[in-house]
């Protein structure tokens, strides 16, 4: 289960008692509505169909996908596709590569997403053993479709805008300093990374 509308709105509303410029923003566009995702495989699958197209695109690749598969596929439906049936349905090369990882790790019992490690860092050492699954991905899973309210994708571009903006830094900063900066926002971290996506769609008028 993801992070709730309710789980989100009792996080920052603890953490805006730490943070005057967090309750500031909250007042001024409200509370981001919950991103939860199906926890499973295909969760993940749908990423790797997505990376670097359109939504647009994504979409139409997976519509096809479930076309040729079945809408209830299992990873043995996909392993079982030639390279030519999976590239009619869009997926090139690589991504085929990509997803027979996926889809491999779970045939052989090695990934079972109902059981995950408890351990964040653990968690995401295993999904990143997935090829073409890099931390970002591990962690935008780990929080949408797991709901782990920990979670802090540091790497992502407008998390670190959203924390340039909330706290009027000079600069966009870094991997390793947005990672530092949200120290003090632990436990509740995967709840003020929403916020930063809510409040970077959101800019001052």
Known sequence: MGLTAEKLRSDLDAL?????????????????EARIRPRGYKTLLRTIVGQQVSVAA?????????????????????????FDTLRACGLSRQKQGYARSLCELVEAGELDFHALPEDDEA???LLTRIKGIGRWSAEIYLLFAEGRPDIWPAGDLAVQEGVKRLLDLPERPAEKATRQLAEEWA?????????TWHFYANPAL
């Open 123 to 125: 968690a995401i050492e």
């Open 187 to 195: 436990p509740q971290r995967g709840s003020m990374a929403i916020f």
């Open 16 to 32: 805006s008692q730490r943070e005057p410029r967090l309750a500031a923003q909250l007042a001024r566009i409200g509370y981001p």
């Open 58 to 82: 994504a979409a139409s690749m997976w519509g096809k996908l479930e076309a040729e598969l079945g809408e209830d596929f299992t990873p043995a439906c996909l392993l079982k596709r030639d």
